[in-house]
């Protein structure tokens, strides 16, 4: 993290205002990921801005060796700011990240150890594969290697490891991760804040319920599996954060898929746009 590291000390010590990202390694970064060449002239300029600024903030470290480059930090930062485009004003919308400072990046994917509850009440201790982790404010743990497949194939199957983590960070801002994140004002045009949460309610859960019945399906009867990731079936916390992923990533195909949720997240990330 050679430039960031010179560049930003350098901020430090003349306490000037935050310096631009070098235009070869933004567009280097641009140019790997479908989903940011379809931003506007406009959204670009602001996810440079917003970048800027959580590189600024955010302290970035490697584990079991790995070396982040500047390249590796800007990839990371400009997905995590994907969400806060229409979020407000730059320093506004990133604070929806400042109850936390570490990203741990890993270079391949994390066998975590954790107790799991069963429907019977069952505990059982299991080592599960990581790509990423976001803890309540805490660390964000990424896997390099999640990161760092095929953008073309992230692209068609809606897939981003950066997104997913931070749309938790997001959900996290009102409690732990249950897929219920504190909605914007005046949310669709509803009345009132709970009618807002009603409907959020309402209709995430019964998508829930349908995404779990469509992978069952396929997992018992050998029908297509669905295109969303099977994880999201895991709990209405992930299902929160794979929609989002696909939101970010794939909309016309995410749209296309699951027309209501796409309003639901229109509505969270996309408030100015009516
Ligand atoms: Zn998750």
Known sequence: MAWLHRTWSRLRALARPVP??????????????????ALSL??????RALSALFLRQKQFSGAHGLVVSDAMALTIAAQACVPLLHRGEAEQAIALYDDFVGIVVHPGTMVAARDMHDEAGLISH????LEGEAMQHGPVTLSWAAIAQDPLQQNERGTS???????????????????????????????SAAEARQTWERTWASSFQAFGHAIAKAQRFGEPAP????????????????????????????AQE?????????????????
């Open 227 to 254: 295109w969303l990731d099977s994880y999201g079936a895991t709990a209405p916390a992930e299902f929160f954060a794979v929609a989002c992923e696909a939101f970010f990533v794939n909309r016309s195909h995410f």
């Open 258 to 274: 699951w027309p209501q949720l796409d309003r639901m997240l229109a509505g969270l990330f996309r408030p100015d746009a009516g």
């Open 20 to 37: 631009e990202i070098p235009a070869t390694l933004w567009l280097q970064v641009l140019q790997k990921y479908p989903f940011f060449q």
């Open 161 to 191: 490891v950066v997104i997913h983590e931070f749309c938790h960070k997001i959900d996290m801002r009102n409690g732990g991760a249950d897929g219920y994140p504190s909605l914007p004002g005046h949310f669709l045009g509803l009345a």
């Open 42 to 47: 406009e959204e670009k300029a602001k996810l």
């Open 126 to 129: 299991r080592r599960m594969m």
